[in-house]
């Protein structure tokens, strides 16, 4: 079946066209022409279409957070969830915790896809292999350094769902690290109190991205730059920030944006509402805290694109890239994903002048 979608303005994750149809036929992107004529516009115009949205790390939605509640159930509201706010793939995300709620996510993301359940790109294991003193809301009862026998049973139960794990590069052996990407999984330092040395060995050794800039890491001091200085200077590393204001001061996403360009990409960061397990999230105006800490966001991608142009002063079509292509980037998906392009999946997003959502197409 080919359909067309019809904007005023349309965003290929490179470049602004005007006044284009892209048509879609059996989940791909085939063309991207001018409407030549009435019978090639469809009912219905947008005032803009750019890529979807991809959000690699956001922990429930509508009061069923995923270590609480890991069944398909609580990742089809957070599919809900996330395609409302305009992205088409998420990556859920369970942070610090027993082995036993690790391993039952697991299970939960295994039977979401086995009913069919759109748009997972797989488990992002945050922690429990952090530095303690930059724990941030992550319980440190459940906090320490992985053998190699601890990660292989891991990563053996999780084979083909776990996508993504977040450590701290100093409490991690070399073993661990190797053992780890030989499995395919991306590797993102963070929760970490490494010096400016160790980071940037971690990132010539293979870690490709840092978890939400700015928090819970060794900071950029002047006599000891820290994991923020090593993120700022190496030339490949990427980093995810949240963009709420309240993580990160706009100011600073503005500062960093202009150091490291095309590496900086957003994440939700976001929870839900729970009184259940060991992480009890409460809305706090525009954010959500746990045992009176800081603990996730109440964004949206689309409301993270709205905050990066309007708060931070970010182009429109580099803000769009953010949520899009450069998560799609970190997660080798970038091929395929992203970008409207022939033969890219047809995962696009219809927006109004005001960055909010009113439609989506996935692939």
């Known amino acids: 079946m080919t359909k067309t979608y019809y904007a005023d303005k349309v965003f290929t994750g490179e470049e602004w066209l005007q006044g284009k149809v892209v048509i879609v036929q059996d989940g791909k992107i085939v063309d991207i022409s001018a409407a030549t004529s ?22 429930g939605a509508y009061d069923r957070l995923l270590a ?12 809900d969830y996330c395609s409302k706010g305009g992205a088409s793939h998420f990556q859920p995300t369970v942070a610090t915790n027993s082995t036993e709620v690790f391993f039952a996510c697991i299970d939960a993301v295994r039977a979401y896809r086995k009913e069919g359940g759109k748009g997972c790109i797989g488990l992002h294991v945050e922690g429990p292999w952090l530095h303690p003193v930059r724990k941030g809301a992550h319980l440190e009862k459940f906090i320490h350094s992985p053998t190699v026998e601890e990660a292989k049973e891991l990563l053996e139960y999780g084979k083909e769902v776990i996508t993504m794990i ?5 409490v991690c052996s070399k073993e661990v690290i190797e053992l780890i990407r030989s499995y395919g999984v991306i590797i993102s330092a963070g929760h970490s109190n490494a010096t400016y040395a ?26 000891a730059p820290g994991l923020v200085g090593a993120i700022f200077n190496h030339p490949k590393a990427m980093a995810s920030i949240v963009p709420d204001g309240f993580h990160v001061d706009f100011a600073a996403i503005r500062i960093a944006k202009k150091i490291m360009q095309e ?10 509402e729970t009184t259940e397990g060991p992480y009890p999230h409460h809305l706090a105006g525009n954010r959500y805290e746990s045992n009176g800490i800081l603990s996730g966001s109440a ?9 990066l142009v309007e708060n931070v002063g970010i182009d429109p079509g580099e803000a769009l890239r953010m949520v899009s292509l450069y998560p799609a980037q970190v997660m080798q998906k970038a091929h395929t994903m992203g970008r409207i392009a022939k033969n890219y999946d047809a995962n696009l997003v219809m927006l109004n002048n005001e960055w909010e959502v009113l439609g989506l197409v996935t692939a």
Not at 38 to 59: G, R, S
Not at 263 to 272: E, P, Q, Y
Request: hydrophobic share 45%.
């Open 68 to 79: 609480v509640y890991p069944e398909a159930a609580s990742l089809h509201k957070l599919y």
């Open 299 to 307: 964004l949206t991608m689309a409301s993270s694109v709205r905050k």
């Open 166 to 170: 977040t450590l701290a590069p100093e």
């Open 38 to 59: 009435l019978a090639e516009t469809p009912a219905e115009k947008y005032p803009v279409i750019a890529p979807a949205f991809m959000d690699i790390q956001i922990y």
């Open 263 to 272: 590496r900086l990409f957003v994440i939700t960061d976001a929870v839900t």
């Open 198 to 223: 160790e980071a940037t060995k971690a990132f010539d050794e293979g870690i490709t991205t840092a978890t939400h800039l700015f928090n819970a890491m060794s900071p950029l001091q002047h006599r």
